[in-house]
C-alpha cells in the first residue's frame, strides 16, 4: 500500500518520524513536503497530495499542519478526497469506520508524536464500515 503525506512547517517533525514509522511497517511512502522548518503554505503541499490521491498514485494520505483545519479545508476541495480530522484515536478510528476518510488530518501543534503515531496506526487498521454510513457520504456532495 502507498501512503501520500505532507505537512506544513508546523508538522514538518512529525512528517519526518511518521515516514519512518511507516517505512518501517512496509508501506510505500510518497512525500510531499515540505521538509523544512521554514514557514510556508500548507495550500502548496496539499493540492499536489491530493491530485496524488485522486490519480490512484497513493492509496491514502496522511497531512499535518498546526491545527490541522488549513490541511482539511484544503484538500476536501477536491473531488476524490474525503479528509477527516483527528486528535485522539477514538476519533481516528471512526473517521474510518463511519466517515471513510482517505486522509487523515492531525494538529501537530497540539498533540504529542505518541498520540499522532497510535492514530495512525488505527486509522490504518480499522475497515469502513459500510451500510448507512456510506448512504451519509453518499449525499455530502452539493
Ligand atoms: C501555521 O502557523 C498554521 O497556521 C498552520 O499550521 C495551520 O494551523 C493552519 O490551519
Known amino acids: ?73 484544503t484538500l476536501n476541495h477536491h473531488k476524490g478526497i474525503r479528509a477527516g480530522l483527528a486528535w485522539n484515536t477514538a476519533i481516528g478510528k471512526l473517521v474510518k469506520e463511519h466517515n471513510n476518510a482517505n486522509v487523515l488530518v492531525m494538529p501537530a501543534r497540539f498533540i504529542s508524536y505518541r498520540m499522532a503515531v497510535s492514530i495512525v496506526r488505527v486509522w490504518l487498521t480499522t475497515e469502513f464500515a459500510g451500510g448507512r454510513h456510506q448512504r451519509r457520504i453518499d449525499k455530502i456532495p452539493v
Open 1 to 73: 500500500m502507498t501512503i501520500a503525506i505532507c505537512s506544513d512547517h508546523a508538522g514538518v517533525e512529525y512528517k519526518a518520524k511518521l515516514i519512518s514509522y511507516l517505512l518501517g511497517k512496509g508501506y510505500e511512502v510518497l512525500n510531499f513536503g515540505t521538509d523544512s522548518t521554514e514557514s510556508m503554505d500548507y495550500t502548496d503541499v496539499a493540492h499536489p497530495m491530493a491530485a496524488a490521491v485522486e490519480a490512484g498514485e497513493a492509496d491514502l494520505g496522511i497531512a499535518l499542519c498546526g491545527t490541522g483545519n488549513g490541511m482539511a479545508m
